[in-house]
DNA sequence: CCTCCTTGCTACTAATTATGTAGCATCTTT
DNA sequence: AAAGATGCTACATAATTAGTAGCAAGGAGG
């Protein structure tokens, strides 16, 4: 298994499922990718392009480590989050609105720091 | 500001807040810090130590990436989350439930490879 | 059978990021 | 004044990611 609960992951030897979890998704493309299957399967070379044309050997990693977290699968019709990958995604699309918020709220007030 | 909504990011041109969401939190030790700040304010160090020994270097990076974005601010408590770094917290907290039945699914159903 | 595509992926090098350790400058406390 | 803390910078090394090329396998059409 290269990542899941149980394992030792940066900066926690503890194996807590939550710091597994920050460790996975936060290495680059893995939440982009996700939000990309969120609409359905993507082959290989559509992943790619719905990422932006990343490269295909960070793609191939990423699809490995999320494959062994059980949260992507493939199928006939390509990469597919599975029940759990739904369940997972369905907990970031908050995000979504949360990053129009966000936009709103820069563009009108620009700064760094709220008091 | 170096990241905020409208920046262009890896993998998309457009801007669009949730794919400069996704960079951002993306990179690595951004996810965990927001975590590990969910209590209350902490001070450079014991951030630091709150990750795990994380280098003061991305430490300080991934800090002025955040306070660019509004996320995270400082006072004389130490670094805290803003009232819009809160929300995007409130809106991660989720994780934590899924990331427990994560594990139990894959340690009951004993998937892939684990002894 | 023979081409010509498409697809998934590996190979390899260059560039970017993260790690790890040391230590400085600035307070605060004793 | 001396001894911590604290926030952070410097710098060298290691790890990850980017970018590009191209191969092996499978399918469609001829």
Chains 1, 2 share one sequence.
Do not use: H
Not at 97 to 115: C, F, V
């Amino acid at each position: 298994m290269a990542v899941g609960p149980g394992t030792k992951v940066r900066g926690s030897t503890s194996g807590r499922p939550i710091m597994v979890l920050l460790d996975l998704l936060g290495r680059r493309w893995a939440l982009r990718m996700l939000w990309e299957l969120r609409a359905g399967p993507l082959n290989f070379r559509q992943l790619q392009t719905a990422c932006g044309d990343i490269s295909p050997t960070v793609l191939n990693t990423r699809l490995a480590e999320l494959r062994d977290a059980g949260i992507v699968a493939v199928s006939g019709e390509g990469y597919l989050l599975t029940q759990q990958g739904g369940d997972l995604l369905a907990a970031l699309l908050p995000l979504n609105d949360w990053a129009e918020g966000w936009a709103g709220s820069i563009s009108a007030a620009g700064t760094r720091d709220r008091p």
